[in-house]
């Protein structure tokens, strides 16, 4: 588990309420650029010995800590379906009537995604496009295989705000 702003407590609150079996780690993200930087600061945490347990066919599923209301059972439906897809990753959207300060997803013809626009960075007019659904959005939560979450460009894009 990648841990920042208030990673003592958060670490202690993840260590009481585990279940044993979770094995959860901890890394620290002591600079906090995003949600990209955090994964390739996880990622470290995971070993690259080929006998290791986790292998490069072992998803890796990032659930930002400020996504808010995530329930146990939409993180299980959410990795069956990306188990089952045969996706190399997926992405948790939702569907929200004001979707006002979220990322939204554009998605192609065949309605897959095809980029996230963040509403800082739409024109107008490309934010009311008819292949971006009013109310889909990114929850944030990203479910890859291991192979392809390390393939991740490693320079974190840098906010022009």
């Known amino acids: 588990m990648v841990v920042g702003h208030g990673a003592e407590q958060v670490t202690k609150k993840v260590q009481e309420q585990s ?12 600079d906090q650029r995003g ?33 808010p209301l995530l329930r146990k059972e939409t993180i299980d439906d959410f990795l069956a379906f990306h188990e089952s897809s045969g996706h190399a990753a997926s992405l948790l959207t939702a569907e929200m009537a004001d979707p006002s300060g979220y990322g939204r997803v554009v998605r192609g013809k065949d309605g897959r995604v095809m980029r996230i626009v ?30 392809c979450a390390a393939s991740a460009p490693r320079t974190p894009r840098r906010s022009t705000t």
């Open 19 to 30: 279940p044993g079996w979770a094995g959860v780690s901890f890394v620290e993200q002591t």
């Open 118 to 147: 963040e509403q800082r960075d739409a024109s107008p007019r490309s934010w009311r496009s008819p292949r971006s659904t009013p109310a889909s959005t990114r929850s944030g939560a990203i479910c890859s295989g291991r192979r």
């Open 35 to 67: 949600t990209g930087h955090a994964v390739i600061v996880g990622l470290t945490a995971f070993p690259d010995d080929p006998s290791a347990e986790l292998d490069d066919t072992s998803n890796i599923v990032v659930l930002p800590g400020d996504t």
